[in-house]
Every structure is written in C-alpha cells, then in structure tokens.
C-alpha cells in the first residue's frame, strides 16, 4: 500500500467501547487530515484518552475501525508505532534515569533520532540532563515527556493532554509552536485538552466530546463561521423563552437575552425580528461558549 498518498492519517469509523456496562465510546467517527493540528476536546470522562487508546493499537476495536496511516494499529504494531511519536497522559518514563539516560536510551529505539534536536529541546525546556526523572516536577516531567515524543520527527505526534503540568507560558511559547512547526512541516500533530482557549488558539481542526461522543467535529474555521452569538432585546419583558430558529443555547431573562446558534446568521436574525425582539449584539462566540452550548454543560 502507498501510504503517502493516503490524506487522512487517522481514521476511526463507527467505533464503540463498553467498559463493564459503562459507554466510555459511543459510535465515534472522524478524520484526521495530514500536515494538520488536530485538537480534541472534551472534560474529564469524556473518552479522549480511550479513543487515543485505540489510536495506539493498546485496545482493539470492539465495535468500528481504526486505521493509522491505512493500517489496522492492532494488526499492523510495526506500520504504525514506528511512525508515532506519542505523550501519555501519565508520561511513563522510567524513574531511576537521569535525563541524559533517557536520551540516550531512546535513541536506540529510533533510527531518526536527531540528537541535535533532543539537546535544542532540552536546553529550551531547561532540562537539567544530570537530573533524576523520578525528582524531576510534574512540569519538568511533561516536558520530558514530550521531548522523547518530539525528537525523531515522527510523522504523526499524539500527545495526550501535554498541557497538564506545564505552566501557562511554556504551554504558550513552546508547546503551541511545537504544534505549528510540526503541522508547517508536513506533518501530523493530534492532541488532546480540556483548554478550549489553547485549542482555539493552536488547531486547525477540533472534535469536541463529551460523555463518549463527539457532539460536533470540524475545521475551527468553519465551526466559527457557523456559530453566532446574538443578544436581543424586547420593549416588553418576556416571560417564556423566545423561540430561535438554529438555538443551541438560549439564556437571559425579561427584556435580555443571549442566544447561541448554529446554521444560518440571517436565519435566526429573521426569527429574533418574528418573536418582536431586536439584536443589539452580533458576534462570534469563543469555541468554550460553543463547547457549553452544545454539550448542555459547564463541566468540562
Ligand atoms: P480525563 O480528561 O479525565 O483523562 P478522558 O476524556 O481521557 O478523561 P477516558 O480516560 O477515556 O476519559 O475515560 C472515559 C470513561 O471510561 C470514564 O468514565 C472512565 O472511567 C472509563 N474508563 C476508562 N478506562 C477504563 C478501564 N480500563 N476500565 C474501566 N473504565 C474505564
């Protein structure tokens, strides 16, 4: 198989995943295009780290697919893994090495290590390479983590919340344009967050889950376009909900109230003019009031 040609470098198609009688994936299905940021979003229990479970090859299928670069990662381990550079969410490093151990160590594993690379990183990070792992701070540790995922440019960088550790400036400076270089390059960074405000800011491409399911999945681009935010007024106080045609979300009491919509701008200025009101705000709203709008919910 000519895997160059294949476009999408992940796709996962109708997959479910029951734990016990618990639904940690319900029928999930997306596209992840190459030379691209991929954000996944969701709270906690959303399903992000069993969906990149499966991304791995670490849990099989019980119900869909999954095909890494065209291949089955169950099936296919060496097609796949080979070819992934990966951050978990608990970062796994083994805790008796120093830093420059660890370099060392997994270099071994990767013909396309660029040692150059990893010190370039290390020095950025600040990595002190004499340093234990096991005393090294949750951030440091992160950033280790990620340095090991980084340093032989692999064609698809999975990173599980890299964000959790790391403080915000490091989060801003480095990782968000680790992410860009990655994707500016060619290849492919998937990773996952509960920072709607970092997605927003670094992906070109968003699932947003929630409770096992994506509720919505597309380019950020199109999700904005898509989305409106208006604030209407009455002359009269109204005491049911106004209708809105394309609502997600309708809040406000009396005179006020704020509407966030899906579809067409025209549409639900249309329907806000019908129900008597007048909007006196229209804009776009952030991806975290669209995540609450969609998903129904505040806790993520
Ligand atoms: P977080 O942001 O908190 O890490 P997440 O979105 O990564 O959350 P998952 O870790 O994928 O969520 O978990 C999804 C659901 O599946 C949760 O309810 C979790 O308790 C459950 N779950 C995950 N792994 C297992 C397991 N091995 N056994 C039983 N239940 C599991």
């Not at 994936?25 to 596209?31: E, G, P, V």
């Not at 096992?212 to 999945?217: E, F, H, K, R, T």
């Amino acid at each position: 198989m000519n895997t160059t040609s294949i476009t999408s470098i992940i796709e996962v198609s109708g997959l479910s995943r029951k734990f016990d009688s618990k639904l940690a994936l319900n029928n999930i299905t997306l596209k992840v295009p190459r030379g691209r940021v991929f954000g996944l979003v969701g709270g906690n229990g959303a399903g992000k780290t069993t969906l990149i479970k499966h991304i791995l090859g670490l849990l099989k299928a019980e119900t869909g697919s999954v095909r890494v670069f065209g291949f089955d990662p169950v099936a296919d381990p060496v097609k796949v893994l080979g070819r992934i550079g990966y951050l978990s969410e608990n970062r796994d490093l083994p805790a008796w090495m120093r830093v420059d151990e660890l370099l060392r160590y997994t270099q071994a594993f990767y013909p396309k290590w660029d040692m150059a690379f990893a010190e370039e990183l290390r020095h950025q990070f600040g990595l002190d390479p004499s340093a234990k792992i096991k005393n090294l701070s949750r951030g440091e540790n992160a950033k280790a983590g990620l340095l090991i995922a980084l340093a032989y440019r692999p064609e698809l960088l999975l990173l599980d919340e890299p964000s959790s550790g790391l403080d915000p400036v490091v989060r801003r400076d480095i990782l968000e344009a680790i992410l860009r270089t990655v994707a500016d390059e060619g290849r492919t960074a998937f990773f996952s967050s509960h920072l709607l405000d970092e997605v927003e800011r670094v992906a070109d491409d968003v699932a947003m889950m929630f409770a096992g399911q994506v509720v919505l999945s597309g380019t950020l681009d199109d999700i904005k376009e898509n989305h409106h935010r208006l604030i209407f007024r009455f002359d009269a106080p109204q005491s049911i909900t106004p209708q809105v045609p394309g609502a997600l979300s309708i809040a406000g009491s009396g005179n006020e109230w704020t509407v966030i919509c899906n579809g067409s701008r025209q549409a639900a200025i249309a329907g806000v003019a019908r129900a008597g009101g007048r909007v006196v705000a229209d804009d776009t709203p952030s991806l975290d009031e669209i995540f609450v709008a969609r998903a129904g919910t505040k806790h993520i």
